[in-house]
T-cell receptor
């Protein structure tokens, strides 16, 4: 079974631009979460989508947004890029959104975003 | 709010020796605990999880973790470390009300020397 795929793997943008990152979950997985990884802040949760609905949101400004499609693929968008948005963006998929006895999440390789 | 602490930034161990990576957590409800490993330029790989039941959880690649409720700890262990275990290890917690949101510790770099 194919793993979580993320495109593109690397991206260079300039301040003020916007960017869209894509994530395809493992086949059959319906929950997709996004995380930002930086040397200074570590791994931080951005948001989770399940059944095309945002279920959870982390403490990020409104410039960060996402969506999920009917085939469970997800995209995240960052508008008006800032230098501090340079990070590895990781997508994780899980079978479902469940509050008890959670399933584990499987991570993709990430998209390395550099903002200049 | 939930939190995770990994008190050691780096752990050095000789190949063949036991490996322990420490993790303590804080959650308001029942803790769901996870360990992940990250190799350079890669995403996170799932190692094991504690949901309920036995306090000793066995996972992938010979790793295991011991859940201790009184000490709010979930230390990762491997009886005999391999050079290939050198990587960045993350402990994470999810509380029962947060969907799939994981809160991660800062990570511990493991260096296994031949």
């Amino acid at each position: 079974k194919a793993g979580v795929t993320q495109t593109p793997r690397y991206l260079i943008k300039t301040r003020g631009q916007q960017v869209t990152l894509s994530c395809s979950p493992i086949s059959g997985h319906r929950s997709v979460s996004w995380y930002q990884q930086t040397p200074g802040q570590g791994l931080q949760f951005l948001f989770e989508y399940f059944s095309e609905t945002q279920r959870n949101k982390g403490n990020f400004p409104g410039r960060f947004s996402g969506r999920q499609f009917s085939n469970s693929r997800s995209e995240m968008n960052v508008s008006t890029l800032e230098l501090g948005d340079s990070a590895l963006y990781l997508c994780a998929s899980s079978l479902t959104h469940r509050t008890i006895s959670p399933y584990e999440q499987y991570f993709g390789p990430g998209t390395r975003l550099t903002v200049t | 709010a939930q939190s995770v602490a990994q008190p050691e930034d780096q752990v050095n161990v000789a190949e063949g020796n036991p490996l322990t990576v420490k993790c303590t957590y804080s959650v308001s409800g029942n803790p769901y605990l996870f360990w992940y490993v990250q190799y350079p330029n890669r995403g996170l790989q799932f190692l094991l999880k504690y949901i309920t039941g036995d306090n000793l959880v066995k996972g992938s690649y010979g790793f295991e973790a011991e859940f201790n409720k009184s000490q709010t700890s979930f230390h990762l262990k491997k009886p005999s470390a391999l050079v290939s275990d050198s990587a960045l290890y993350f402990c994470a917690v999810r509380d029962g009300s947060a969907g799939n949101k994981l809160t991660f510790g800062g990570g511990t770099r493991v260096l296994v020397k031949p």
